[in-house]
Structure formats: C-alpha cells, structure tokens
C-alpha cells in the first residue's frame, strides 16, 4: 500500500531534549516536506526537499533540522525543543513530476513539549 | 508571496444539501491546486487535484473546479451527507515552493 509513514504518532519530551521524527515514504517520490499545524494558524512548511541531499527552508525552520541522505526517508530533527514547538506534525511526499503532482500525507505526529 | 483564504470558515448545513466551499490564491502562478479532507486530529486525505491546465475535476460527489485568472477555485459537495463533516483545506502548489495551505472551512452535515 502506498503511504507515507511518521513516527512516533504522540510524544511527551521535556524542555532541551533532542528528538527525532521519522518520516517514511514508499512511493519512490523525490519532494518531501514536513509542515506543523497549529490552531488559527493553519499548516505552514517548516523544511523541503526536492531530491537526496537537496533541502530547503519553508516558512517556519527555526529550531528544526531535517536530512534527507537517501530518498525514501526525510527526518525532522529538534535539537533542542521548546514549549513553542508544541504542535500537530506532518510529513508529505510528492513525485513532482509534470504528470503527477499529487501531495500525500502521513497520519500526524502529535508532539507536547513540556 | 502566494496566501490563501477561504470561505466560510466554518458552516454547518441539514443532510441532502448541496454546498459550495471557496478557496482564493493571490498568485496566479501555480503549478496545481489540491483539496484535502482533515477529520479531528487526523491526517489529510487528497480528494481533489486539479493541474494548472484543467478547469475542473470530478470524484463522485465531489467537483473542483479552478480558474487561475481569478484566483480562485470551489469545492462543490452534492447531496451532502453527515460523513462528509470534516475540515476541508486547499493548497496552492507553487511547483519549485512549497504547497501553501489555506485555513480550511470546517463543514458539519446535520442528520
């Protein structure tokens, strides 16, 4: 089945403890992203890529760092978390291609930082 | 900068009714348009993607229909039922961007 898979789905975390969110895709597709959804503010783009080793900001990147050194896989990483980055996370992949630019996303990784 | 509205914000209408959700773009420039469904606390499901050279597209009760002219694109729900109460969300894709969001109209179907 294709998906795109994050996680973990929920996590608690303390102030200053690095984590990672895992994000997935097994639909050979070159773009991935990751946004945070927060009320009244809708989804905004924290990071993206549009191939292996090719990443960009969005509109939110600070205190985030992604990687993305193989082409199924696009990490999002806190090295630092703050009670700010408490928010609803989702990762998406696209193909891009001129034929199909379809957006897919993950379930939502809902992360609470204390 | 491409932002995107849309009304209403919310609306909640009787079982059977057919409805209309806008979404406006202010940068004609797009790639695509995308229509997802968010239940509470859920992921987005895709329902609709119109490229930039179509002016409509159709999945079942649902069409989407898109005029870059103007900004704007409609979501029409026909026949609405208490299953369809959702948030539902646009997205302009900005190919080489990012996909910008709109703040989504949150639809309640009344039994």
């Known amino acids: 089945e294709a998906q795109v898979t994050q996680n973990p789905r929920y996590l608690i975390t303390v102030t200053g403890k690095k984590l990672t969110v895992t994000c997935s895709q097994n639909?050979?597709?070159?773009?991935m992203s990751w946004y945070r959804q927060d009320p009244g503010l809708g989804l905004r783009q924290i990071y993206y890529?549009?191939?292996?080793?090719?990443?960009d900001k969005g509109d939110v990147p600070e205190g985030y760092k992604v990687s993305r050194k193989e082409k199924r896989n696009f990490p999002l990483i806190l090295e630092s978390p703050s009670p700010n980055q408490t928010s609803l996370y989702f990762c998406?992949?696209?193909?891009?291609?001129?034929?199909?630019?379809?957006?897919?996303f993950g379930q939502g990784t809902r992360l609470t930082v204390v | 900068k491409q932002e995107v509205t849309q009304i209403p914000a919310a609306l909640s209408v009787p079982e059977g009714e057919n409805l209309v959700l806008n979404c406006s773009f202010t940068?004609?420039?797009?790639?695509?348009l995308q229509w997802f469904r968010q239940d509470p606390g859920k992921g987005l499901t895709s329902l609709l993607l119109?490229?930039?050279?179509?002016r409509e597209q159709t999945s079942g009760r649902l069409n989407a229909s898109l005029d870059k002219s103007s900004g704007r694109s409609t979501l029409y729900i026909a026949a609405s039922q208490p299953g369809d109460s959702a948030t539902y969300l646009c997205?302009?894709?900005?190919?080489?961007?990012?996909?910008?969001f709109g703040p989504g109209t949150r639809l309640s179907v009344l039994p």
């Open positions: 998406a992949s696209s193909p891009r291609t001129a034929m199909n630019t379809e957006a897919f």
């Open positions: 639909m050979n597709h070159e773009y």
């Open positions: 890529s549009m191939n292996v080793e090719v990443t």
């Open positions: 940068d004609s420039a797009i790639y695509n």
């Open positions: 119109i490229q930039s050279s179509q």
């Open positions: 997205a302009a894709d900005n190919y080489g961007q990012n996909f910008v």
